[in-house]
């Protein structure tokens, strides 16, 4: 009877977890069948599988109804993605380390700071933001949306990074001090090593957000050379031609969350490790 309800209960689990599947893919899968299909099959048949498929969202959308095609916007933003996400682990981890394992004048308030910056909002300091950027003459080029990450001024990967360096034990520290260890020697031979499941965390967080980022290059990028592809997608909604073509914005769409997706498949069993193993320690 016991072993009779166990298997009622596990088939019930199991049914829940798959509808709750399709529920959640279904979006996906709709996107990836209307990339095949025309504007007016698109909200005429809610199926994702296309009657006629067509490959004509795929080569309108990648020429993106301007001067550059999506060649320039996917150039542009993964180059644009490398140098950020490397600046990000870069200022983090520095800054991390210095939060973490050593004691200097005013590092509590400091760090109260440092948290705290995590509950404004963005656009709170876009203005100042803008006007600084202005008079340094670099709107229109990268430099904005770049140097800032030299500073670790992503306190959410600063915050994580500490709490991840929280869980590893100070002896290792002391040991390499008796060895002879300098501070960054112990950080590059012995602490960075340990940090892999959180530098994967952060690089595949930063890589993400950095591709799906709209308002930034849409504020400081101007000319059409250096749109990424966020700006792209616009493009083709903004088409100039009065009808929106859903094909193309449906195709590159989907061409647009690819990488994302496939460095989430491969890299997913280290961002579980990082998520978990972060924050063990107060």
């Not at 899968?29 to 909200?43: C, D, M, P």
């Not at 490397?86 to 760090?111: D, E, M, P």
């Not at 002896?171 to 090593?193: N, Q, T, V, W, Y």
Request: hydrophobic letters at 50%; proline letters at 5%.
């Amino acid at each position: 009877m016991v072993l009779k309800r166990r298997h009622i209960n596990l088939t019930l689990t199991y049914l829940v977890l798959a509808v709750f599947c399709v529920i959640m893919i279904y979006p996906f899968l709709w996107l990836v069948g209307s990339s095949f299909k025309t504007t007016h099959e698109i909200f005429a048949d809610p199926s994702f599988i296309p009657r006629n498929p067509t490959l004509q969202g795929y080569i309108n959308g990648w020429q993106a109804g301007g001067g550059e095609t999506f060649t320039t916007f996917y150039r542009n933003t993964y180059t644009y993605v490398f140098f950020k996400v490397i600046f990000t682990l870069f200022s983090c981890v520095i800054t991390a380390y210095g939060f973490s394992r050593f004691n200097f004048f005013l590092r509590k308030q400091l760090l109260a700071i440092l948290i705290a910056t995590l509950m404004f909002p963005a656009t709170v300091i876009l203005v100042p933001s803008y006007l600084l950027f202005t008079r340094l003459g670099w709107i229109n080029t990268y430099l904005p949306l770049l140097i800032p990450s030299l500073f670790a001024r992503d306190s959410f990967f600063v915050f994580m990074l500490i709490q991840f360096f929280r869980t590893l034990p100070r002896e290792m520290d002391e040991a390499a001090m008796i060895d002879g260890c300098g501070p960054i020697s112990r950080l590059i031979r012995i602490i960075i090593p340990l940090l892999q499941p959180a530098l994967v965390t952060v690089v595949l967080f930063q890589f993400i957000w950095t591709t799906n980022e709209f308002l930034g290059p849409m504020i400081y990028l101007n000319s059409e050379r250096l749109f990424t592809i966020s700006i792209g997608l616009k493009l083709n909604i903004d088409g100039g031609s009065g009808r929106v073509a859903w094909e193309n914005i449906m195709a590159m769409s989907l061409l647009a969350i690819l990488p994302s997706f496939i460095i989430f498949v491969f890299a997913q069993r280290h961002f579980i490790e990082g998520i978990s193993t972060t924050g063990l320690k107060g």
